[in-house]
């Protein structure tokens, strides 16, 4: 089944537009890559596809149902799960609130988080505007799993984690994966993307450049839209 | 002979009670009286000094107004005769009447229709001369308020307990209740217009002080009796008019007062009502062109006062007697009733500096 | 071997009962590229801020070009030749890139008590601020407000204003997170030639980064250094892959 | 840029067209309400300093506006009446020497201020502001030397030197001159290496310290300054009405300061004249139309900030641009 | 000046406290948990003040006003959510300033449209009329013992659905990020527009039961909204804990300084210069205190991240 089907959408900040109509889809239980140099529009997609920057034209729909004009929040109900770029995590509100201010009833469970990120259970009642760069990374993801969602969007997720805790969270999205979870992924690290991604989607100028299957990005495929 | 007339006064904000009862005294006698040729300009100051100066300017730069009246509050009154008598306008007070105004700085085309402000804190003093020894005086610390206590010792000779000054615009007043009860006095003197009297004499009924209060009529006017409720009764005030003086004039203006607003008329309504009177008995007399020979007319004070006799005094503010009322329930309505007169045909202490 | 251009000797901050630098003393010497490493919550960004000044430490010195800067300001330090990016950016969102690296450029001027002379045509200003744009390729993004600019452009620009002072130490916290693959690999050419300039202490998760760019690595496990030495040698320490490393040596 | 440069010229000319016209129409008091709006504007434009570039919120710029006030009625009653002052001073009658206390005395009073209230930020800002303006209120109301609640009345208008201050349309011209100069300083400030780094404190202060620049100095400078345009306002207040007292002081005053500044459009040249001329035409339009005016100046002002974001000059010249 | 004087003013002060508390509670949720600057608190104070008065006039039922205090509070507040401030908690504090100045004007001149300029009567019930005896042979009003004791239940109610419920968890969330607290799926729009009523509400209270013990008048709430700022400042923005400790010390200090001031400065001179004087300084009191504390501590006694 479909899980998200972005048509052509074309979003703008205030007058100036970041893209040119998008169109992708994912599957249930698809792991997609979206993939661009900086400023390519990646984060814009994601912030549209959860409405919290409204594309202007094209449609977006989640499971069959069209998200335009419904309000973030209606959205994530739809079964998005988001780990924002820059993590965003409630400064002023303590580890555990965090996660707990999140939760909707599902699998995922304050037990599961924690086990899933032990550092988490150290800091517990620290407030998340002290924590590592690191440990609010965890946070960001620990908080969108609490919202049980059924796509989960991961911006740059493993952005400033030491690479035994980047290991550890690539683990838990193959986990996650291998659960039937869907997820949107934006990564730099190819060699951890590439093999964990089932397609992937290569945006240029706020368009879509290129898509395919992992295997297909070639050297000088990457070379051409990635720089490597 | 058209005659215009400026009514700047209070009719927005927390003091717009006062104002509205003056507008509305104001325009009893006006209507009363069928005179056509006074048409009255009223504009809102909003107890805002800076606003007063610049409406009064307005009035008498853009509007020609002859004469400028209403302005509730001394130092709204303060920023706005200076310039006012300057231009050669005149101002009749309805309310307001800081001393400066009444001695040395009186001037020619100021006129106060209502009192200087120490004559009835002084009528309180007189009369607690008779009834109490020792007195607890309070009021806010302001210009207005230390007159108010130094109009009150100015005749009151016995025994002071304590001598307070409050904030201005205080709403509680435990602490110094607190005071009062400890203080062993026997009789409260307090000055403590508007909303800050109503505070304090629901929590004064409240604290359990039996000491009997008394204050000058204006804290226990009309407008805010009904605020205050049954904690007001029995209390001594002073004033020199009362609704229940005898006279044609009064019942005139009584009964046209509450038939044309449907209720009791305040001091503030009376005053405004004698400024009124006064500019329609100089109006028939002098021309407004002439503005000395009008303000003679005025000063004769050829009018019928619902508060009986009433003349003007060298510094142009009223002689006058003033009376103690008493808080009573009349067909379940608060009001004042009068007890007995303290004065005779009272002036004010600065009008021997007036020397203009 | 020359003086160290930055020593730091036996630093200390608690928060509580959290050591979160426990003793660090490190040093770094002209030249040098000085990665410090070490997992989530060691305590780098913590001893960056001590080192800069964002953060008071409890104990220890901090001396640049041989004299003591432990007690000065965020301000002063900055003037005596640290240079700084953050983490986690920290820009003035509306003023343009240009105007961002602009404002460096005048800090290292001299005065800002300057009331007279309008800064926009002030070529002194514009010039320096982007040259410096270009050597981190933003200039063509030179007036674009910072915060409208990408997650990737801010660090870059970052960077830029760092490049604008009168550095005599770099501190950079974490420079390639954010960089796309491109962007890593631009800015590692990058670093390379930047230590001509002065240098610099590189907190860094990027271990292709790492392992191309530092001369010395140094490793904080829970605000102590538990090792320090040549890329080589830390890649061998077995402490530092099961605390940190993993399968990445 | 330019278009914002076309809308502050054609609102110069307009204030400064009105009374001229008005006066040649027999309207003289709009020549009053005129130099009231140049002279809220130059208070204004004081606070749009502190308020607009440092994004520091005064909510007690009333007390420099008030003392400025002060000075010049105090100065001048002190003249008037022939009594010495402190240390045998006659007082004065002349502007000049007026402003020059002012600003004196008030940048002095702010520099106490700044140095407590800036180490508070935020809506602790905001309210240790107010604290200290309160503090400077209920101190005119009780001190009676100078009339305490009753204000203190200024007989005849200070003197500007070759002008007769007295005629409306002479004294229009001296607040309204000095509105341009306080607009002229406020736009050199802005544009300034100094103005550069005081409207990055406001973004981040955090970088500005990371570069080199001290925070503190730029915004107590800053705070300093604003206070002293302020005061100069507050004189010419104090003369225009002939009067002053505490309710220059009080936080009414430094709340419609702020409105004003938001109402034309925060941290823009223009600003204060813009969000001055609506506010007093509109007090003095509907006061004198309905006596339910401030129900319907709250419509409006709650219609300006939910509609047209960035004030009037915002409404009319779109966003701010920070080059 | 006996023992028993001193006792009682300091419970005077306690209970000064306990009421700017009642007063700022539901600021503190608007303003500090919220983080906005709503100005219009004291206009839902002051509607709760006349929906007591009107109600109790009209029904003879006091306890009828207080239920239709908090009723017409809430909905006001509601209102004045959906319709105004919705729109500005992603603006600067400036535009919330203006805006709610705004609400104060209209809401003030919109009561005196519909109830007139003159003061409203609203008295205390009949249950909780007379005073208690104190030891020491002084006596305590009733009512005001009431108003602590319903202070303190405020106290401990917020308290509580702030810091542990996760109702105060999320409305913690968004007022850091209302942004993300809406994309991980909380419908925050709705959950803040009760909170705003919830404090609008507690506000009603205040203006209700301290209505009843002062003039309910047009404007009333205004000389009270800047005392209740004070408190919330002086206590640490956003800690409830915070806004009853600086409300008792604002309370206490007020109260001893009206009544000790005039005391001490008539030891220096003449009794009739030390009233004003003293009095004077009195007035000044709470806003030394709060340039003191802040001066020391600029984050307030009880900083929230604390
Ligand atoms: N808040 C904003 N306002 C205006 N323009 C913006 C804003 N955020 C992003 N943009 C612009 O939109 C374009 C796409 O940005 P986006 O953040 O989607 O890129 P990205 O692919 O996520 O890049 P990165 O890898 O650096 O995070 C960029 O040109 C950027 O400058
Ligand atoms: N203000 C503070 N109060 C309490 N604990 C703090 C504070 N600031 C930092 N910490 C803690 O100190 C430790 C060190 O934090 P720091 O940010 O220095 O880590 P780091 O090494 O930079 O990690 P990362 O690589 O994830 O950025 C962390 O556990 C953090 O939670
Ligand atoms: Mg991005
Ligand atoms: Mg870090």
């Known amino acids: 089944m479909m899980l998200l089907d972005v048509h052509d959408i074309r979003t703008f900040y205030g007058s100036a537009q970041a893209l040119f109509g998008i169109t992708f889809q994912i599957e249930d239980g698809e792991v997609v890559a979206l993939m661009g140099r900086n400023g390519m529009g990646k984060s814009t997609t994601i912030k549209s596809i959860c409405n919290l920057m409204p594309p202007k034209g094209g449609r977006i729909s989640i499971a069959g149902t069209a998200t335009d004009r419904l309000p973030p929040h209606k959205v994530a109900r739809l079964g998005i799960g988001l780990v924002p770029e820059g993590r965003r995590c409630f400064p002023n509100l303590t580890v555990h609130e965090n996660l707990v201010a999140a939760a909707r009833p599902g699998q995922w469970t304050l037990a599961r988080v924690n086990a899933l990120f032990p550092r988490l259970v150290e800091r517990r009642d620290q407030l998340a505007r002290s924590l590592s760069g690191g440990e609010q990374q965890m946070l960001a993801v620990g908080r969108a799993l609490m919202t049980n969602p059924r796509l989960l969007i991961l911006d740059e997720a493993t952005e400033g984690l030491a690479p035994v805790i980047r290991q550890d969270i690539w683990r838990a999205i193959r986990t996650l994966k291998a659960e039937g979870l869907s997820i949107l992924v934006v990564d730099k690290t190819l060699s951890e993307l590439l093999p964990v991604a089932d397609r992937c989607v290569v945006l240029e100028n706020g368009q879509v450049a290129w898509t395919g299957v992992p295997q297909d990005l070639t050297a000088d495929l990457q070379d051409r839209y990635l720089g490597v | 002979e058209p005659i215009k007339v400026g009514l700047i006064t209070t009719l927005s904000g927390g003091g717009a009670g006062l104002g509205v009862d003056t507008r509305d005294g104001f325009m009893l006698a006006i209507k009363q009286s069928g005179n056509k040729d006074i048409t009255v300009v009223t504009e809102d100051d909003a107890q805002k000094p800076e606003l007063a100066v610049q409406i009064a300017d307005k009035m008498i730069q853009s509007d020609n107004v002859d004469i400028l009246t209403g302005i509730v509050w001394s130092n709204l009154l303060m920023a706005v005769v200076p310039g006012a008598v300057a231009q050669g306008k005149l101002y009749i007070s309805t309310n307001a009447a800081p001393a400066a105004l009444a001695g040395e700085k009186c001037d020619p085309l100021y006129f106060n229709a209502a009192y200087q402000n120490d004559n009835l804190h002084e009528a309180m003093g007189e009369y607690a001369n008779k009834v109490y020894k020792k007195m607890f005086i309070m009021a806010p610390n302001y210009p207005a308020g230390k007159d108010s206590l130094t109009g009150f010792k100015r005749y009151y000779k016995g025994e002071l307990a304590k001598e307070v000054y409050t904030q201005v615009g205080q709403t509680d007043y435990a602490a110094e209740i607190a005071q009062i009860r400890a203080s062993g006095a026997d009789g409260v003197f307090v000055f403590l217009p508007g909303g800050m009297g109503i505070s304090f004499m629901k929590q004064y009924a409240q604290s359990g002080v039996k000491i009997p209060v008394i204050g000058p009529g204006f804290s226990f006017s009309q407008d805010v009796l009904p605020a205050i409720g049954d904690a007001a009764l029995g209390v001594k005030a002073s004033g020199q008019w009362s609704k229940d003086l005898d006279n044609e004039a009064n019942k005139k203006f009584v009964a046209g007062f509450q038939k044309e607003y449907n209720r009791l008329p305040s001091l503030y309504a009376l005053q405004a009502y004698d400024a009124a009177q006064l500019i329609l008995s100089a109006s028939s007399k002098a021309s407004i062109k002439d503005v000395k020979a009008f303000a003679a007319a005025l000063n004769k004070a050829d009018i019928q006062s619902p508060r009986g006799k009433f003349k003007f005094n060298n510094n142009r503010h009223p002689i006058q007697d003033i009376y103690v009322t008493e808080v009573v329930k009349e067909n379940g309505t608060l009001t004042n009733k009068i007890v007995e007169k303290v004065f005779t045909d009272h002036g004010d202490a600065y009008a021997k500096d007036c020397k203009k | 071997m020359a003086e160290p251009v930055l020593d730091i000797k036996g630093l200390r901050k608690n928060f509580g009962a959290l050591k979160a630098t426990d003793d660090v003393s490190i040093s770094l010497y002209p030249g040098e590229i000085h990665a410090l490493i070490g997992p989530n919550g060691a305590g780098k960004s913590t001893l960056i801020h001590q080192i800069c000044g964002t953060l008071r430490q409890d104990q220890g010195s901090i001396r640049l070009a041989g004299k003591e800067i432990g007690n000065l300001g965020v301000a002063e330090r900055a003037r005596k030749g640290l240079g700084r990016t953050f983490q986690i950016s920290s820009l003035a969102v509306e003023f343009s890139a240009l105007r961002n690296v602009m404002l460096a450029v005048q800090a290292r001027q001299g005065s800002s008590f300057r009331f007279l002379r309008p800064v926009r045509s002030d070529r002194n200003l514009v010039d320096e601020a982007m040259d410096r744009l270009s050597r981190v390729g933003l200039a063509e993004r030179a007036h674009i407000p910072a915060g409208e600019l990408s997650h990737g452009e801010k660090r870059q620009l970052e960077i830029a204003i760092a490049l604008a002072l009168d550095v005599k130490a770099f501190l950079l916290d974490e420079p390639m997170a954010g960089m796309g693959p491109e962007g890593s690999k631009v800015l590692t050419g990058f670093l390379a030639k930047l230590r001509q300039e002065a240098p610099i202490l590189l907190v860094e998760h990027d271990m292709d980064a790492v392992f191309a760019l530092a001369d010395r690595i140094s490793v904080l496990v829970y605000g102590r250094i538990i090792a320090t030495g040549t890329v080589e040698e830390i890649r061998r320490d077995p402490v530092v892959r099961t605390a940190y490393l993993g399968d990445h040596a | ?323 | 000046m006996t023992f028993s004087l001193v006792l009682e003013q300091l419970l005077n002060g306690v209970q000064l406290g306990v009421m700017l508390f009642l007063m700022a509670a539901g600021l503190t949720l608007i303003f500090g948990v919220m983080g906005l600057i709503n100005l219009a608190h004291g206009s839902l104070y002051m509607v709760g003040a006349f929906a007591c008065a009107v109600v109790a006039a009209a029904t003879g039922s006091f306890w009828l006003g207080l239920a239709a205090s908090l009723a017409f509070a809430a909905a006001a507040g509601a209102l004045m959510e959906v319709v105004v401030i919705r729109r500005l908690y992603g603006r600067d504090h400036l535009d919330q300033v203006l805006a709610t100045f705004a609400l104060i004007l209209i809401f003030s001149e919109g009561t005196r449209w519909v109830f007139g300029s003159f003061p409203l009567y609203l008295d205390i019930p009949q249950l909780l009329q007379g005073a208690v005896p104190l030891p020491g042979g002084t006596a305590y009003p009733l009512y005001r013992l009431a108003i602590i004791v319903t202070g303190g239940l405020v106290a401990i109610g917020l308290t509580l659905l702030i810091s542990r419920t996760r109702l105060g968890m999320r409305i913690r969330a968004g007022e850091s990020d209302r942004e993300m607290i809406a994309a991980l799926g909380v419908d925050i729009r709705t959950l803040y527009t009760l909170v705003f009523a919830l404090g609008s509400a507690l506000a009603g209270l205040a203006g209700a039961m301290v209505g009843a013990l002062q003039s309910v008048q047009v404007g009333m709430g205004e000389p009270i909204l800047i005392l209740a700022f004070v408190v919330i400042v002086i206590g640490g923005i956003g800690s409830i804990k915070g806004a009853l400790i600086g409300a008792l010390l604002v309370g206490v200090v007020d109260t001893m300084g009206r009544f000790l001031l005039p005391q001490i400065v008539g030891l220096f001179m003449s009794s009739a210069q030390a009233g004003p004087v003293g009095g004077a300084i009195a007035s000044m009191l709470i806003y030394l205190l709060m340039a003191a504390i802040l001066a020391i501590k600029p984050r307030g006694l009880f900083p929230a991240q604390a």
């Open chain 4, 1 to 323: 840029m330019s278009r914002e440069f076309l809308i502050n010229g054609v609102l110069a000319l307009l204030l400064l067209a009105v009374p001229f016209i008005a006066s040649a129409v027999g309207q003289p008091f709009t020549i009053t309400l005129a130099t009231r709006i140049a002279i809220l504007a130059l208070a204004a434009t004081g606070l749009n300093i502190a308020l607009g570039l440092g994004g520091l919120v005064s909510f007690g710029h009333a007390a420099f506006f008030g003392v400025g006030g002060y000075v010049a009625g105090i100065l001048s009653s002190h003249a008037f009446s022939g009594d010495p002052m402190i240390f045998g001073f006659e007082g004065s009658k002349q502007m000049l020497l007026i402003w020059l206390t002012a600003a004196i005395v008030a940048g002095l009073l702010g520099l106490l201020i700044g140095v407590i209230s800036l180490r508070t930020s935020g809506v602790y800002f905001i309210m240790i502001t107010l604290a200290f303006a309160q503090m400077v209120y209920y101190f005119a109301i009780s001190w009676p030397a100078y009339g305490g609640e009753d204000g203190l009345s200024i007989v005849v208008r200070n003197q500007f030197p070759g002008v007769n201050t007295m005629r409306p349309l002479t004294f229009f011209g001296v607040a309204y001159g000095a509105l341009i100069v306080g607009l002229g300083l406020f736009a050199m400030i802005r544009d300034s290496r100094f103005g550069a780094a005081l409207q990055a404190v406001r973004q981040n202060e955090v970088r500005v310290a990371s570069v080199g620049i001290s925070p503190l100095p730029i915004r107590l400078t800053a705070f300093v300054l604003s206070a002293m345009m302020t005061a100069l306002a507050g004189c010419l207040y104090a003369d225009l009405n002939r009067f002053v007292s505490p309710s220059m002081l009080s936080w009414h005053m430094s709340g419609e300061l702020i409105v004003l500044i938001i109402l034309g459009g925060t941290g823009r040249l223009f600003g204060p004249v813009a969000g001055a001329m609506l506010y007093v035409v509109i007090e003095s339009a509907l006061g004198g139309i309905t006596e339910r005016w401030q129900f319907f100046l709250g419509l409006i002002l709650l219609a300006t900030v939910l509609f047209a974001r960035g004030g009037v000059i915002g409404l009319l010249a779109g966003k701010a641009r920070h080059g």
